[in-house]
Structures are given as C-alpha cells and as structure tokens.
C-alpha cells in the first residue's frame, strides 16, 4: 500500500535561513513524488515533481527537493527562507496509477 | 491560460440532500481527479477520470459518483448528505493519468448542516 508521512506538524525558521520540510514514503514500484503549497482558503498549488533522473529537483519559487531512495525520503527545502513562504506544504506520492496520496501536511512558519 | 475552475465557492446543505459540484480542467487537459479535503487533514482521493471514463475510485461510499463529459469537464455527485461530508472538495486537471502532476482549482467548500 502507498502512503506518505510528513513527521512535523510544524516548522519554524528565521527569515533568511534554510528550511527543510521532511517526507518519507512507501510505494510499491517507482516512486513519482510531488510538493504542494496550499495557501489559506485556497486550492493546493504544484511546486515540484520527481519521476527519474538527478536525485536534487528544483521547483517554482527557489524551492528544490532531495530524492533518497535507500531513506526512502523526498524532502522539501530552500537555501533562504521568506516570510511569504509561510504557508502549508503536502508531500504526495504515487506509483504511476491513478491513485495520489498526500501526506497531512506541515505548516511552515517563517518569522520575520 | 485559465487554471481549474470549480463552481460554486461555497455550499451550504441539510442533511439527506444531494449536492452537485462541478470542475472545469486546464485547456488540453484530458484527466480529472476529486479530492476530498477536512481541515488539518491532506486531500483524500475520490475518484479519477481520463478520456471520460473513470479509471479508479478511493475509499468512498457509493453515495459518492462522478462523471466526465466529451469536453473534460466534471460533476462530483454526493447523495444523502451526512455532517461528516462538510469538507472542501478539490478538483484537479492533468494532461493525462498516472504520474503527471496535478493542478488543482480553488476548491469549493461544502457545508452540510
């Protein structure tokens, strides 16, 4: 069965330090695994995929994320963190079927 | 390019109705998903269509249905509403099924009362 744990319910960092927001998953098969941002009362909004390839993915808005096959892990992260990148964040994996699963999320906190 | 519309933006019921939500893809988009999403909790799959037929369905009561018509739009149908189904509902395109990233519309909230 696939499933996703994102372990943090929430992340606290200064403005202008890294970030890492963490995943780790269970597929059977290839893994393909995605990051989503999901700002408040809106829809959840695609910031990067990894299917294959370079292990480092980068996405939309300075963010990239590391793929670890033996950790089985997909974390999120981002050399220098913005206020604006406040928001909360979905981890979600799929084998290549139909079915997407997402993780409960980790709200990330950024302070000025 | 317009991204996924969904309508309406909020909806309130009484118990034991029956509710129709609607998504409209990103142009050239073949593939739709539902999502059912309760606060504090990650979006949980409904159903996927591609090409107008559903190619699965999440754990979901029968109560739930959906469709897809020949222009990718598509209905989520829930009858027999119960208080459990208040939750935002998201509808999300892809250029086809099984491993293309998901864009998702705004969603529309249900409330059930």
């Known amino acids: 069965a696939q499933s996703v744990a994102q372990p943090e319910d929430q992340v606290n960092v200064a403005e202008g330090n890294p970030l890492t927001v963490k995943c780790t998953y269970s597929?059977?098969?290839?893994?393909?695994l995605f990051w989503y941002v999901q700002y408040p009362n809106r829809g959840l909004q695609f910031l990067l995929k990894y299917i294959t390839g370079d292990n480092l993915v980068k996405g939309s808005y300075g963010f990239e994320a590391e793929f670890n096959k033996s950790q089985t892990s997909f974390h999120l992260k981002k050399p220098s963190a913005l206020v604006s990148d406040s928001a909360l964040y979905f981890c979600?994996?799929?084998?290549?079927?139909?079915?997407?699963?997402f993780g409960t999320g980790t709200r990330l906190k950024v302070l000025a | 390019d317009a991204g996924v519309t969904q309508s309406p933006t909020h909806l309130i019921k009484t118990r034991g109705q029956q509710v129709t939500l609607r998504c409209s893809p990103i142009s050239g988009h073949k593939s739709v998903s539902w999502y059912q999403q309760v606060l504090g909790q990650g979006p949980q799959f409904i159903f996927q269509?591609?090409?107008?037929?559903?190619?699965g369905r999440g754990n979901f009561p029968d109560r739930f249905s959906a469709r897809q018509f020949p222009n990718y739009s598509s209905e989520l149908n829930v009858n027999a509403l119960l208080l459990g189904d208040s939750a935002l509902y998201l509808c999300?395109?892809?250029?086809?099924?099984?491993?293309?990233?998901?864009?998702f519309g705004p969603g529309t909230r249900l409330t059930v009362t």
């Open positions: 979600a994996v799929t084998s290549g079927t139909y079915k997407y699963i």
């Open positions: 269509y591609y090409e107008k037929e559903e190619r």
């Open positions: 597929v059977s098969g290839n893994p393909y």
């Open positions: 999300a395109s892809s250029l086809a099924a099984g491993g293309y990233e998901q864009y």
